[in-house]
């Protein structure tokens, strides 16, 4: 599962819990409900997180 923070950025959750404590350092494990992360799921995260890096970033209000 793919969740987009309030800055607009892509970050890995646990496809069966909702959460996004996943350990990518043990083997890609949900740290809440110890669900492995599937490697579909670390793959969209990957092209959302390309494409979030790809975007320009959305333009301020500068005072003109
Ligand atoms: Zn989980």
């Known amino acids: ?3 987009i ?3 607009g950025a892509p970050e890995l ?3 069966h819990c909702g959460c996004r404590w996943v350990d990518r350092t ?3 494990h949900c740290y809440e409900c110890g669900e ?3 490697d579909a799921a670390i793959a969209e995260f990957q092209k959302a ?5 790809a ?3 959305p333009p301020r209000d500068d005072p003109k």
Do not use: Q, V
């Open 1 to 3: 599962m793919i969740f």
């Open 5 to 7: 923070n309030p800055r």
């Open 13 to 15: 959750a646990c496809d």
């Open 26 to 28: 043990n083997g890609n």
């Open 36 to 38: 492995e992360i599937s």
């Open 49 to 53: 997180a390309a494409e979030f890096a």
């Open 55 to 57: 975007k320009p970033l």
